[in-house]
């Protein structure tokens, strides 16, 4: 798979930006780091910076520091699933990433089945189960997925196989996300390989960059090997056939097109390589992708030629370009 030509830097005015991050959900050690790394990258622009670890004054503390524009770190409720996006859309004041309407979509994986699938990308099936009818039965044969709704990061993701350790029907005392959540999503446990595609808006529209392969140590990719330096290996690009590539590429781009993604998103997939292209799915697109060291995104920028710098402020340059066509944000 070839190098994809890198964009050219933009270049912008010298910025008040205010970094958000931190808050209160299960992500908010990742997002200060990935606040962290914005607010250096734009400082080490010229830019003035404003880090803003989110609490309940939120809305009080933007409009005190009154900057040209709102950089989005936030992972996780209410950072990425419209709550912000819909008080800043208010207040009147840029930000980064999708807007409310994107962001209310992606983060729930129910609905962005509902988005997608009709579009041709295709997903894996299963259903939405009360946790209670977990321990009377399986909601699908064994091996199978559960995982919250409108979690990122792997966050509460259990795979139940035939000789795990949840029991069967899975018990009320094993611990495991049906202890955190009443729904969850269920969905047929893919065997293969884990690839995931970023996308990056620019003026004329968005492009992939490249395809990496996540090759967790420990089994699965969960949250610690996410996180976690050194527990997963990430192959970039990833060593698979190009029309595997191609594909990934190309459902990443329209699905950044169908939810209405703004400034970067990322895909992520599940291959079956004894399957070929039949065995391709998408899992889910992430609206506000990690930016820390580890961070999968600014990875595939610096394979394509684009300095974390660079990205940082593409991502800034968009949501200026969205707010100056008076679109709003989902515009």
Not at 144 to 169: F, M, Q, R
């Amino acid at each position: 798979m070839g190098n994809p030509a890198g964009g050219s830097a933009v270049t912008l005015p010298k910025l008040h930006v205010a970094v958000l991050m931190g808050g209160w959900a299960n992500e908010r050690p990742v997002s200060l780091m990935s606040g962290e790394g914005v607010a250096k990258a734009l400082e080490a622009r010229g830019h003035q910076v404003t880090r803003i670890d989110m609490d309940r004054q939120v809305a009080a503390r933007i409009a005190e520091a009154a900057p040209d524009v709102v950089f989005n770190a936030l992972h996780g409720v209410p950072g990425e699933d419209g709550t912000v996006q819909g008080m800043l859309d208010l207040m009147g004041v840029p930000y980064t990433h999708s807007g409310l309407a994107t962001s209310v979509i992606a983060i729930d994986k129910e609905l962005t089945k509902q988005a997608l699938v009709p579009h041709g990308i295709p997903m894996p099936g299963g259903r939405i189960v009360e946790c209670e009818e977990l321990y009377e039965r399986d909601p699908l044969a064994r091996p199978y997925v559960l995982k919250p709704v409108n979690e990122g990061s792997s966050v509460g993701v259990a795979i139940v196989t035939a000789d795990g350790n949840y029991g069967n029907p899975i018990r009320r005392d094993v611990p495991g996300p049906w202890q955190e959540f009443d729904r969850l999503l269920a969905e047929p446990y893919i065997r293969g390989r884990e690839l995931t595609v970023a996308v990056i808006d620019g003026a004329e529209g968005p492009r992939a960059l490249t395809v990496t392969e996540l090759v967790p140590k420990s089994g699965f990719y969960d949250f610690d090997a996410k996180y976690t330096d050194g527990m997963t290996e990430h192959v970039c690009p990833a060593n698979i056939p190009e029309r595997i590539a191609e594909l990934c590429m190309g459902y990443a781009v329209k699905a950044h097109q169908v939810l209405g993604c703004k400034g970067t998103s990322r895909t992520d997939f599940r291959w079956d390589d004894e399957r070929g292209e039949d065995g391709l799915f998408v899992l889910e697109t992430n609206t506000q992708p990690g930016m820390t060291p580890l961070s999968l995104v600014p990875e595939q920028a610096r394979y394509c030629g684009m300095s974390y710098e660079d990205l940082v402020e593409a991502i800034v340059a968009e949501a200026l370009r969205g707010a100056a066509k008076g679109a709003g944000a989902d515009g």
